[in-house]
């Protein structure tokens, strides 16, 4: 049983997001790696008070973890997930340095609702698979209008190399019998912590909005960290790498 369950009121949100963390570690053991990767690029870029746009913000993973590694920065949250914006303002509560937006990044216009126009760095992490790589290519676009001369864009996501696919199939088997594993001792997957959202009063009718926006799960693509960093350069971006990977994900850097 989650600590959700056990312990926490519907309110709880520092609850909330211990669930949420450890249902996204089930899939991404590394995550923290890659959290600790994107946040030094950051600092080796922009210093320890950056003004941070969170794209597909979620709950706040990215926020929360940046504010306690540079309590002077600043964070604009971005996200559609009526839910999972529910937990997060609910965790930034009277924090004067967070702000969260509600924009749905197919829009063309989305942009226009933010309270800034330029940016040290734009992160976001776990988010960006759920478009087509033309959709894509277009946010690429404007997210390179948004980061000011010498910031960065990070983006750390599933990004399979199509060219070995022998290798793409023992790593996807191995983790998927990490995940049956973990399973079977009780960690939550992604169904079951949705069906906890749903039955949480505080959570019901943003996660039932939710489902009403997206469905079960993403219909997008996963290119190579190759085709990030292409489409990036071909977006403005002067140079674009990735700077962390795993067997099946990368986090790739746009330097402006």
Same mark, same amino acid.
């Given at each position: 049983?989650?600590?959700?369950?056990?312990?926490?009121?519907?309110?709880?949100?520092?609850?909330?997001?211990?669930?949420?963390?450890?249902?996204?570690?089930?899939?991404?053991?590394?995550?923290?790696?890659?959290?600790?990767?994107?946040?030094?690029? #950051?600092?080796?870029?922009?210093?320890?008070?950056?003004? #941070?746009?969170?794209?597909?913000?979620? @709950?706040?993973?990215?926020?929360?973890?940046?504010?306690?590694?540079?309590?002077?920065?600043?964070?604009?949250?971005? !996200?559609?997930?009526?839910?999972?914006?529910?937990?997060?303002?609910?965790?930034?509560?009277? &924090?004067?340095?967070?702000?969260? #937006?509600?924009?749905?990044?197919?829009?063309?216009?989305?942009?226009?609702?933010?309270?800034?126009?330029?940016? !040290?760095?734009?992160?976001?992490? @776990?988010?960006?698979?759920?478009?087509?790589?033309?959709?894509?290519?277009?946010?690429?676009?404007?997210?390179?209008?948004?980061?000011?001369?010498?910031? #960065?864009?990070?983006?750390?996501?599933?990004?399979?190399?199509?060219?070995?696919?022998?290798?793409?199939?023992? !790593?996807?088997?191995?983790?998927?019998?990490?995940?049956?594993?973990?399973?079977?001792?009780?960690?939550?997957?992604?169904?079951?912590?949705?069906?906890?959202?749903?039955? !949480?009063?505080?959570?019901?009718?943003? @996660?039932?909005?939710?489902?009403?926006?997206?469905?079960?799960?993403?219909?997008?693509?996963?290119?190579?960290?190759?085709?990030?960093? &292409?489409?990036?350069?071909?977006?403005?971006?002067?140079?674009?790498?990735?700077?962390?990977?795993?067997?099946?994900?990368? @986090?790739?850097?746009?330097?402006?």
């Amino acid at each position: 049983m989650s600590d959700v369950t056990e312990r926490a009121a519907p309110s709880d949100w520092a609850a909330w997001q211990r669930s949420w963390d450890r249902q996204q570690e089930w899939y991404m053991p590394d995550r923290e790696e890659r959290f600790r990767v994107m946040l030094d690029m #950051v600092q080796a870029f922009t210093g320890t008070a950056p003004r #941070v746009l969170d794209l597909a913000c979620g @709950t706040g993973s990215i926020t929360d973890r940046l504010l306690r590694r540079f309590p002077d920065a600043t964070s604009t949250g971005v !996200d559609l997930d009526p839910a999972l914006l529910t937990i997060a303002a609910g965790s930034f509560a009277g &924090d004067a340095r967070v702000t969260f #937006v509600t924009a749905d990044l197919k829009d063309p216009r989305w942009p226009e609702k933010l309270p800034h126009g330029s940016y !040290d760095a734009v992160l976001t992490a @776990t988010a960006l698979h759920w478009l087509h790589s033309d959709e894509l290519r277009v946010l690429y676009g404007q997210i390179a209008g948004l980061v000011r001369d010498g910031g #960065v864009f990070l983006n750390a996501d599933h990004m399979p190399d199509p060219d070995t696919p022998r290798i793409n199939a023992a !790593d996807s088997a191995q983790r998927h019998a990490r995940m049956d594993r973990a399973k079977a001792e009780g960690v939550l997957g992604w169904t079951e912590w949705w069906q906890l959202a749903a039955a !949480d009063p505080a959570l019901a009718e943003p @996660t039932a909005r939710r489902f009403e926006i997206y469905g079960e799960h993403a219909d997008g693509d996963t290119p190579s960290a190759a085709w990030h960093a &292409d489409t990036l350069r071909a977006a403005g971006f002067g140079e674009a790498r990735s700077v962390w990977s795993s067997p099946s994900d990368a @986090t790739v850097l746009g330097l402006k």
